[in-house]
């Protein structure tokens, strides 16, 4: 599978402990504005985390659905790694 040999790459080469708290937040939380809530941090301050985050694996890890977020396959095998 192409996300696990992805993931377990950016994991050897060391993953940023600060991109992958806000990415569990969000994904536990399924918004951006309640994680920001919850990290008292500002909702632009984690949407532009979340992107650094998803820039370095190089795949997305939520899909919009309307105003909430769903993690995507990629998003799932992560927060499988991050539980």
């Known amino acids: 599978m192409r996300y696990t040999s992805n993931f377990s790459s950016i994991c ?3 993953i940023n402990y600060k991109h992958l708290r806000y ?3 969000v994904a536990k939380e399924g918004s951006i ?5 919850l990290l008292h941090l500002t909702p632009q301050t984690i949407s532009g985390q979340l992107t650094v985050f998803e820039d370095q694996l190089g795949e997305a890890l939520f899909n919009r659905v309307g105003r909430g977020l ?3 396959e990629a998003g ?3 927060l499988s790694y991050a539980d």
């Open 23 to 25: 990415f569990f937040v």
């Open 12 to 14: 050897q080469n060391m």
């Open 33 to 37: 504005a309640r994680a920001s809530e």
């Open 70 to 72: 769903v993690l995507s």
């Open 76 to 78: 799932r095998l992560v």
